[in-house]
């Protein structure tokens, strides 16, 4: 089961480095890093498997990792914990590009027959924000060297697809 904290380190991801778009068809949430954040895609292949891992990319010099969520994942589990933990308080320009997500492929994103989230442009109601001693508890796991990235550089790349 994800955890309050590794949800909260998804959302802090997808707000700082990811997208909330579509190819037309279908909505998907990107995340997009240089292979130097190889640990944290590793990470997220084993807290969020439903999501996938293309990479690492070279692209004119700049090398890089995918993760992609999308489909029935993206629908049952990513959007839910989104909707949970995304307002306009923690971050408006996250928040908007998210919800024209959510109106974009409204159809695609129902869950159960039912429309997700809010009505269109509608904006829930925010929540305080965690007090400065929660924050610093937050950072200073964030920054205790795990063993995640030493599984990480044992395990090697992931193939492209």
Known sequence: MVTEFEEGVLVGLLIGEGHFGGDGRQPQVTLRMHVRHEAMFRWLERTFPGG???GPYDHSGRRYYQWMARGPY???VLLPLLERRMSPALDRYAFERFDTMRTRYRRQLRRGGEETGPEPHATPEPRPA?????LARIFAQL???GADAERARAS???PEP
């Not at 965690?130 to 929660?134: A, S």
Request: glycine share 12%; proline share 24%.
């Open 130 to 134: 965690p007090g400065p001693d929660r």
């Open 143 to 145: 920054r205790e060297p």
């Open 74 to 76: 993206l629908r049952d």
């Open 52 to 54: 996938r891992l293309y």
């Open 156 to 158: 090697g790349p992931t």
